[in-house]
């Protein structure tokens, strides 16, 4: 499907802050609170994974939602002590987040059974008014049945994702009837040792990239 002028230019701005700036900047709505900064690495050498180095580790955030069976879950608390892949971005996205999430997928089905239980794939929405739980379920279901989705305020959202660096505007609905949701597309690993997030993805990482780097992540190896 073609790309939306939104999805476009986002995926070229991360793209180049990765290149150029080497940083991630936490973008929200315009007002006080500042901006949190994401500084990277690219230096391969001193990290077994593929994906870029984090040189400031996130904490996970402090978010509560609803699952995709429509119980309240925590981030924090259920994926305490695993392995975590956290990515935000909508269902009716048509280019970067189906096949991002289509890409961890296969890499997923590639890692033995024991290793998958150790890696967790969170999907939060940004456009929760449309992702309802079954929504949710329905589209993550084609990429990964254990996949965990997760819909609610966008407020929330929001502030959870700017914590990490990642930008995210409210959804707007096209003239035609479409809606886009303007999100960064970043993918953050945590490490079961500290929960806290290590490696970045950003959008167009290959699939062989996370192949490679998600038996890592189930073991737990300091990046």
Known sequence: M???ARSTRLAGAA???LAAALTLSACGSSGGGGSTAAKVTQQKEDTPYQGTKLARNFEKPDLQ???TSGRPYDLRQQTNGKATLLFFGYTSCPDVCPTTMGDIGVAMKALPAEARKKVDVVFVSTDPQRDTPKVL???LDSMGTDFIGLTGDLAKVKTA????G???EDPVVNADGTVTSTHGAQVLAFLPSDDKAHVLYMSGTEEKTYEHD?????KGVAA
């Open 166 to 168: 990642i930008m995210i």
């Open 15 to 17: 793209a180049l802050a």
């Open 161 to 164: 994702a700017k914590s990490l």
């Open 2 to 4: 073609p790309r939306t």
């Open 137 to 139: 379920r329905t589209w």
């Open 65 to 67: 939602l609803t699952d």
């Open 214 to 218: 998600l038996p890592l992540l189930a």
